[in-house]
């Protein structure tokens, strides 16, 4: 297991309200290896996101929310870790691509000020001038050609598709060695989606970073992924490689996901359903527990 | 910004209002140059022609003691603006600190800065100022203090609301993903955000502060005696009304002109940083 970048098990979370707990995650196991792109697919509300912001340690800071269960990135637990070894991580070791690219960014800074911050976290004191060329190099790498203008713009003066790519630029600034992209591009229009996650494809690849992709775009992740997580109400249902998993489904839930695809060529609206007691049992793993409670 | 600036020019009221602020800071920069009788601005004593009605060498009358009192309402300005900047980056900085640190971390320190603020905002402006000023010797310093003591947390209440929704804004939580200090996050990435509603806030409130301040002086509470102070000329000038109608009306027209100033540029701000978005 030392090729194990992420390393999630037995991993649980539920949030505390005034009279009763909700549980939003019950006992996902999840790894992810060296250069490995892995998906996590689900339904709204299953749970994806969550499980991207309890790896970034933003939830346990949270007030109500209890989280179970052990994280480890490279071996460190991530729990036991101090804040200081968690901040040092961030940024450097794990970084992530958010759903709206736009917002991610401070309006108040230019691009290239964004970036001299950024790639502060990586090597310190870098020179605003040697960052902006390093900056440029990057935006190269995700086919921006007009990179000077793209630097000395505000994030509000680009295009979505082009702050995406920024965006891209931007997490894999420091070369991390984990990226989440939680439902990259979601904000964005299928064409300029297809074409960044084209990008962040190929630079991944070469860049030897592991990848968890959090999305509910079964096309997109079937050209993605390596592997697979199928997530289901706050459990994985059933995981495997890509190829295993949309050619050879197995669960229930998979397989009404995949019928929920629309195409092309249908002429009516697909058939979705959700919430059949079906679903619930887990294809595999959760020997440890009974169903249902 | 170039934009900016045409649709401040745009609207003749923010025209304006630039003008008498120029006015303002302008006589009160030169004052040694422009006015006749700059001595008069400390304890002259001119019993010849005291209570004199507006005349040609005294274009707005003299004084009860017989000093030009348009020089002492130019040297006036002097000391409300100075009162005003003075108080004002007290008070802000403190204010905006305690938003920005109740407002980010939230729990039981927000509970706290904000019920201390709360206690502050609930006693009434002037009254504080007042019992400041009653407890303390009523000096310059001291009545500059007694302003800022009430202004804080105005601040603080403008800037921690704004930190709670910024908060919640994409850029914050990438920033705090990428690891972020919180004094990072709140000073290079919130704070920014901010700084158009406290500018806006500021010049409104550099209007209020000299107000405030005269309405101390105008108490006997303020900037005293021989110091030329627009309050304290009113409060001396009220008891001779209507006769010696100058000795209330000039120097009330001066604080007329710096309020009603400040108030039209900070209302022609808050237009100028609301097409923002």
């Known amino acids: 297991m030392s090729d194990s970048i992420l390393d999630i098990q037995n991993l649980s979370l539920s949030f505390q309200g005034l009279t009763e707990t909700v549980d939003v995650l019950d006992n996902i196991n999840l790894s992810i290896n060296r250069g490995e792109r892995v998906a996590l697919v689900g339904a709204s509300g299953s749970g994806k996101s969550v499980i991207a912001r309890i790896i970034l340690g933003l939830l346990q800071s949270q007030k109500g929310a209890i989280v179970k269960g052990s994280v480890r990135f490279r071996g460190i637990e991530l729990e036991a870790a101090t804040g200081n070894q968690i901040e040092s991580l961030r940024g450097r070791e794990i970084s992530m691509i958010f759903q709206d690219p736009t917002s991610s960014m401070n309006p108040v800074y230019k691009i290239g000020t964004i970036f001299h911050e950024i790639l502060n976290r990586g090597t310190h004191n870098i020179s605003k001038k040697l960052a902006l060329i390093k900056a440029s190099k990057l935006l190269e790498e995700v086919s921006i050609t007009e990179f000077k203008r793209v630097l000395e713009s505000y994030p509000f003066q680009l295009s979505g598709g082009m702050n995406q790519r920024v965006m891209i630029a931007l997490a894999l600034a420091n070369k991390p060695a984990l990226l989440i992209a939680d439902e990259p591009g979601t904000a964005l229009d299928v064409t300029v989606q297809a074409q960044t996650l084209k990008l962040m494809h190929n630079l991944v690849k070469k860049n030897n970073t592991a990848v968890l992709f959090i999305s509910h775009n079964l096309g997109v992740v079937r050209q993605f992924a390596d592997r697979v997580y199928v997530i289901y109400k706050g459990r994985i249902v059933e995981s495997g490689s890509t190829s295993s998993i949309f050619e050879n489904t197995k669960h229930p839930y998979t397989k009404a996901l995949m019928n929920a695809v629309p195409k092309i060529t249908s002429k009516s609206f697909f058939d979705a359903s959700d919430d059949s007691s079906l679903f619930k049992q887990p294809a595999f793993h959760h020997k440890d527990r009974e169903i249902g409670q | ?277």
């Not at chain 2, 107000?211 to 001779?240: C, H, K, N, W």
């Open chain 2, 1 to 277: 910004m170039k934009l900016k600036i045409k649709i401040l020019l745009a609207n003749p009221l923010s025209v304006m209002g630039l003008l008498l602020i120029s006015l303002v800071f302008g006589s009160a920069i030169f004052a040694d140059f422009i006015t006749p009788f700059p001595l008069h601005k400390g304890a002259v004593v001119d019993f010849s022609n005291f209570n004199q009605a507006p005349n040609l060498t005294n274009i707005m009358g003299t004084d009860l003691v017989g000093r030009d009192l348009f020089t002492r309402i130019i040297y006036a300005f002097r000391i409300s603006i100075m009162l005003g900047v003075v108080v004002l980056i007290i008070s802000v900085p403190i204010g905006v600190f305690m938003g920005l640190l109740a407002g980010y971390s939230g729990g039981k320190l927000d509970f706290v800065l904000m019920r201390i603020t709360d206690v502050f905002l609930s006693i009434p402006p002037l009254v504080l100022a007042m019992a400041v000023m009653g407890l303390l010797e009523p000096t310059l310093l001291n009545g500059m203090l007694a302003v800022t003591a009430m202004w804080w947390p105005w601040y603080t209440r403008l800037i921690y609301n704004l930190t709670r929704s910024e908060k919640e804004e994409g850029y914050v939580v990438a920033a705090e993903v990428v690891g972020a200090s919180r004094w990072h996050v709140m000073f290079r990435e919130i704070l920014p955000n901010c700084t158009h509603a406290i500018i806006t806030k500021m010049t409104l409130d550099f209007g209020f502060v000299i107000l405030i301040v005269s309405s101390l002086s105008f108490l006997g509470l303020g900037v005293q005696a021989p110091t030329p102070d627009l309050g304290s000329m009113v409060a001396e000038g009220a008891r001779y009304l209507p006769d010696s109608w100058w000795l209330t009306v000039f120097p009330g027209l001066a604080i007329l002109i710096i309020v009603f100033g400040f108030n039209l540029v900070g209302d022609a701000l808050r237009d100028m940083m609301d097409t923002d978005s």
